[in-house]
C-alpha cells in the first residue's frame, strides 16, 4: 500500500511559478511509477507527468512541456512539480498518484491506483 500526501499549491499570478510536493509512504521497491494529475471544475482529470522511481525518461502531456519539471528525491520519498510561467488555463486541483509499473509508467496508456488528496492550483490573469 502507497500513501500520498501532496503540498505547495496556492495563488499567483499569470507567469509566476510554484512547486508542488509529495511525500509518498509504504514504498518498498523501484517498481513504481509516480505521477501527476490535475482537474478543473466541469472538465475530466488529465494527466499532467508522470516518472519512474528508477528514473527513465518522464511523460509530459504537450501544454505544460516546456513549462513544468517533474523530479524526485528518493532519498525523501519526495516527488516534485516545478511549475514555471503558469497560466490561468492551469488552474486546478493537483494530485500525486502512484502505481506499479507493468511495462512503463504512462500515465496515458496505465491506470494510477494510489491517490493523494489534492493541492488546489489556482492561476488569476
Known amino acids: 500500500q502507497v500513501h500520498l500526501e501532496e503540498s505547495g499549491g496556492g495563488s499567483v499570478q499569470a507567469g509566476g511559478s510554484l512547486t508542488l510536493s509529495c511525500v509518498a509512504s509504504?514504498?518498498?521497491?523501484?517498481?513504481?511509477?509516480m505521477g501527476w494529475f490535475r482537474q478543473a471544475p466541469g472538465k475530466e482529470r488529465e494527466a499532467v507527468a508522470a516518472?519512474?522511481?528508477?528514473?527513465?525518461?518522464?511523460y509530459y502531456t504537450d501544454s505544460v512541456k516546456g513549462r513544468f519539471i517533474i523530479s524526485q528525491d528518493n532519498a525523501k520519498n519526495t516527488l516534485y512539480l516545478q511549475m514555471n510561467k503558469l497560466r490561468p488555463g492551469d488552474t486546478a486541483m493537483y494530485y500525486c498518484?502512484?502505481?506499479?509499473?507493468?511495462?512503463?509508467?504512462?500515465?496515458?496508456?496505465?491506470?494510477?491506483?494510489?491517490w493523494g488528496q489534492g493541492t488546489q492550483v489556482t492561476v488569476s490573469s
Open positions: 509504504e514504498v518498498t521497491d523501484n517498481s513504481v511509477c
Open positions: 498518484a502512484a502505481r506499479h509499473r507493468s511495462a512503463s509508467c504512462s500515465p496515458f496508456s496505465y491506470q494510477y491506483n494510489y
Open positions: 516518472i519512474w522511481r528508477l528514473g527513465d525518461t518522464p
